[in-house]
């Protein structure tokens, strides 16, 4: 990793718990079989009936399924604007906003700025070091 990069002097962000990256337009909350095995833990179920419950498939992926409301797509776990299975997320719920497409540029994160309220001048600065930390989970 390579020590120029643009955020080099950390980025500004806390999340707010809004939910709103839970939300919004349909898309794809990918899931591994480690991570289909503690959700399906946390909710007591079999490993089985949880998939045909609460999951899809594409290219040979598991993703969430999502459930349409009036006005946005939401994905299946969120119940007033939080995630009732928080511990057992899957990671590309845990590292948001640190993903690399957002880090790829200043546009690229003033980008994901958009859909993220925690990402803000007022927040606290998360130095580069555990960005990298994330980035690398
Ligand atoms: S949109 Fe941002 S602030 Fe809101 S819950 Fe998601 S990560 Fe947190
Ligand atoms: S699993 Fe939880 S954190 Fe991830 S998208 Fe669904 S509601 Fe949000």
């Known amino acids: 990793m390579e ?12 999340c707010t718990e ?6 919004g337009q349909p ?14 833990a946390a909710l007591h179920m079999p490993i089985d009936a949880f998939k045909r419950k609460y999951l899809r498939q594409k290219n040979n992926r598991y993703a969430l399924i999502e459930k349409r409301t009036q006005s946005s797509t939401d994905c299946i776990f969120l119940k007033d604007k939080k995630c009732t299975v928080y511990m ?6 845990r590292t948001f906003p ?9 546009e690229g994160w003033n980008l994901a700025a958009q859909g993220c309220e925690g990402i803000s001048e007022d927040a606290p600065l998360v130095p580069y070091t555990q960005i990298i930390q994330m980035l690398r989970s």
Request: charged share 25%; with cysteine; aromatic share 14%.
């Open 18 to 23: 809004c939910g709103q990256c839970c939300s």
């Open 3 to 14: 020590d120029n990069v643009w955020y080099k002097d950390g980025l500004r962000f806390k």
């Open 88 to 93: 057992a997320r899957p990671k590309q719920c």
């Open 98 to 106: 640190w993903w690399q497409e957002n880090l790829n540029s200043k």
């Open 27 to 40: 898309g794809y909350v990918w899931v591994t079989e480690e991570e289909i095995a503690a959700l399906a």
